[in-house]
Structure formats: structure tokens, C-alpha cells
């Protein structure tokens, strides 16, 4: 019996290769969520929506440690950020409900000194 020549390329089993590697791949993706931080922010009864215009984020952790745009900082370190940031910025403060009070006062301090006056503090709505 003489062998049939195929005229087009039998693209099944490539369809099917591709699907299983695209699986194992969407299964094992990791999703990296911005500013994972594990604090436990404040709560309020009302809430205001921040405007998008340039924002920085500044988290302070339950033991004073300070974070700007996730990067680890002493106050020093603050201080040397802050002042390269535009006066017309908005800060967002993500400050754990179990951090010092005094830590949260020098770091708006700093804010202060720099002229930076758009200073929001992040809470949860009260359930």
C-alpha cells in the first residue's frame, strides 16, 4: 500500500501542548500584589476617595518600622526621599492602629518640614 502525502500540517497535537503548558502556567503564577505589607489599619466612619494625581505611600509597621514605597527607611533615610518629592505630591499613610502614636507624629513632622501638605491617613470602614 503506497503512503498518502498530507497536504496541510495536522496542528492537533500542537493545540493541545500549548493548552497543557498554558494551564500549568496560569496554575503556578504567582500574583504579586502591590504594597503587601501585614498591617491592621485603623478604622473610621466615613471615608474619602483620594484624587489620582502623583501618590507615595508611606507605611508604618506596629514596631516603627517605616516604609516608603516598600523600600525599608529610617527617619534619616525619610528625611533625604521627602525632600526630592514635588511640595504638590499626595502622601497616603498606612500606619498599623498598634503603631506608636509618637512615630506617626515624626513622620508628619517631616511631611511638615518639606511643605508637603496633601497627607492622607488610611483607615477601614467601621463594620
Do not use: C, W
Amino acid at each position: 500500500m503506497e503512503e498518502k502525502e498530507f497536504n496541510t500540517m495536522n496542528v492537533i497535537p500542537l493545540v493541545d501542548i500549548m493548552l497543557v503548558l498554558l494551564t500549568i502556567v496560569l496554575t503556578t503564577a504567582t500574583f504579586i500584589v502591590q504594597g503587601n505589607l501585614p498591617i491592621k489599619l485603623p478604622q473610621a466612619k466615613q471615608s474619602a476617595s483620594i484624587v489620582e494625581e502623583k501618590t507615595y505611600r508611606i507605611t508604618l509597621k506596629e514596631d516603627g518600622e517605616i516604609f516608603f514605597e516598600n523600600r525599608h527607611l529610617n527617619y534619616d533615610q525619610l528625611k533625604e526621599v521627602l525632600a526630592a518629592v514635588n511640595p504638590g505630591s499626595q502622601i497616603v499613610i498606612y500606619s498599623d492602629k498598634k503603631a506608636k502614636v509618637q512615630d506617626l507624629v515624626k513622620i508628619l513632622d517631616v511631611l511638615q518640614e518639606f511643605n508637603l501638605k496633601k497627607v492622607y491617613l488610611k483607615t477601614e470602614l467601621m463594620k
